[in-house]
């Protein structure tokens, strides 16, 4: 892009470079109380972009921010020579580039798993021009994550800077959630996850940590917060090739319902692998899916025996195992009809969603399809659920998940931030997904009674564990 002709911007931009200059002439020089707010915004990005990741900083002032987020690649832009200076020498293993986000232009194609704009956009002359100079940098899997600052705040930090308790600005935009929304989407990204963050930034003996850890977070407190943050994806672009598709099929004490998978799953995609994982079995199971593979050549199948117990450790290692490019959970109940995978492909195809979650409590169920209190349950835990990981999950237990194999393999090199935690198979998933910030989509489904076997979910203890859940995703995603 060449540089501009409107003197009014050249001279907007001329006084914010001499503005961060004098800053970082003096940094170290004057004492700043704004260390509990940058502290915790380390913090809050710390739980959003993984490490090891290839991070682009734009404004990235002394480097401290991409420094903490240990980065296998990172680069810091800011268009202040005295502030790239302080940021070399602080953070020497990283790179630091000098330039305008208006006109910025990487040399050799770089793309990034992670853009962060930390309190930038206040400052910047164009949003959207700045925003769509990233555009090239991305890929599907990119995510971009920003704060800003909330308009409710505009007279405090004001304040706070006349009486010398914080760096000096110079006029800000003063955007809403929505205007950057707009932006976004004017700029080529879509938003898949926001919140607030932030209530008290100066140190108070301790209450700092509840009330920016917990308190804001909480309706309606959350609605005082200092920061905005804001996670985007590029906009989807619907995939040009078929994918081949695994369908895994965890399956104990299912021998009635064997055969049916067989003739009712569908041919998806550039062929469509069944993948069945026996589970120890009384009633001849794995016999039948023998059987079956033998009356069925043409079909591509795997059978599988399960070493672990429960589904979780079925699904984990029919995923491991499978050798499509998307990867589909069918429950061997047949409570969710196969017949209905393909939209769920369609849906992953065409980039609406990158983890698409059936939902069983949408449609009327047959009669006897799940107990009464077992409704109850599973619509308190989805509104639950709901909060704790910011987009909408109406369901968390209908088996029938798909996502793509390359986004199941990211979520399993994180797996280690959750730990072996997940009986179901389910939250494995849905967490996963959510620390991605993978974008969640709902499916609704008909959901239908058994027509054989019985059901494995145990009521009570399994709810029990669904609270247990609830406690374990509060304290490792909302309140970190």
């Given at each position: 892009m060449a540089a501009t002709t409107d003197s009014a911007e050249v001279e907007y931009t001329e006084a914010r470079i001499a503005h961060w200059d004098s800053v970082a002439r003096q940094l170290g020089q004057i004492r700043d109380y704004s260390g509990v707010y940058h502290q915790r915004l380390i913090e809050v990005y710390r739980s959003v972009v993984a490490?090891?990741?290839?991070?682009?900083?734009?404004?990235?002032?002394?480097?401290?921010?991409?420094?903490?987020?240990?980065?296998?690649?990172?680069?810091?832009?800011?268009?202040?020579?005295e502030m790239l200076r302080r940021a070399a020498r602080r953070h020497p293993d990283l790179r630091f580039v000098q330039a305008d986000a208006h006109t910025l232009d990487l040399t050799g194609g770089q793309t990034f798993d992670a853009i962060v704009l930390s309190d930038v956009v206040n400052d910047l002359w164009d949003v959207e021009v700045a925003l769509r100079r990233l555009v090239p940098r991305t890929r599907p899997s990119t995510r971009l994550v920003l704060n800003f600052y909330s308009r409710l705040w505009e007279v405090p930090l004001d304040l706070t800077r006349s009486l010398g308790l914080s760096k000096p600005l110079l006029e800000q935009n003063w955007l809403t959630v929505e205007d950057i929304d707009n932006l976004?989407?004017?700029?080529?990204?879509?938003?898949?996850?926001?919140?607030?963050?932030?209530?008290?930034?100066?140190?108070?003996?301790?209450?700092?940590?509840?009330?920016?850890?917990?308190?804001?977070?909480v309706w309606p407190l959350d609605h005082a917060a200092l920061t905005h943050f804001v996670v985007a994806r590029p906009e989807p672009q619907a995939q040009a090739t078929e994918p081949r598709v695994s369908?895994?099929?965890?399956?104990?004490?299912?021998?009635?319902?064997?055969?049916?998978?067989?003739?009712?799953?569908?041919?998806?995609g550039r062929g469509t692998e069944l993948v069945f994982i026996e589970g120890h079995s009384t009633d001849g199971t794995l016999e039948t899916i023998q059987r079956e593979i033998a009356r069925h050549p043409h079909r591509c199948c795997r059978l599988l025996r399960q070493t672990g117990k429960g589904k979780g450790d079925a699904v984990r290692l029919g995923f491991e195992q499978a050798s499509g490019d998307v990867l589909m959970i069918l429950d061997a109940d047949l409570t969710v009809a196969p017949e209905g995978l393909p939209r769920f492909l369609d849906a992953l195809q065409s980039g609406k969603g990158e983890l698409i979650n059936g939902v069983r409590l949408v449609y009327p169920?047959?009669?006897?399809?799940?107990?009464?209190?077992n409704l109850f349950g599973n619509k308190f835990f989805s509104l639950a659920f709901s909060w704790l990981l910011g987009q909408s999950i109406k369901d968390t237990l209908c088996g029938t998940k798909?996502?793509?194999?390359?986004?199941?393999?990211?979520i399993a090199s994180q797996r280690h931030y959750f730990g072996d935690f997940d009986p179901f198979g389910d939250f494995d998933l849905l967490f996963g997904a959510a620390r991605l910030n993978l974008?969640?989509?709902?499916?609704p489904i008909r959901y239908r009674e058994r027509t054989y076997g019985a059901t494995n979910i145990q009521r009570w203890r399994h709810g029990w564990l669904l609270l247990r859940m609830v406690a374990f995703a509060a304290r490792r995603i909302k309140f970190v």
């Open positions: 490490p090891n990741q290839r991070v682009l900083e734009i404004g990235c002032g002394q480097g401290d921010l991409l420094a903490a987020l240990e980065p296998s690649v990172g680069v810091g832009i800011d268009f202040s020579g976004l989407r004017l700029s080529g990204f879509e938003v898949t996850r926001r919140w607030d963050e932030i209530l008290l930034p100066l140190r108070a003996g301790g209450l700092e940590t509840i009330a920016n850890r917990v308190l804001a977070r369908v895994i099929v965890p399956a104990r004490n299912e021998s009635g319902n064997i055969a049916p998978i067989f003739e009712r799953t569908p041919e998806m169920m047959q009669r006897q399809a799940m107990r009464l209190l798909v996502l793509w194999a390359a986004d199941y393999r990211r974008k969640i989509v709902d499916m």
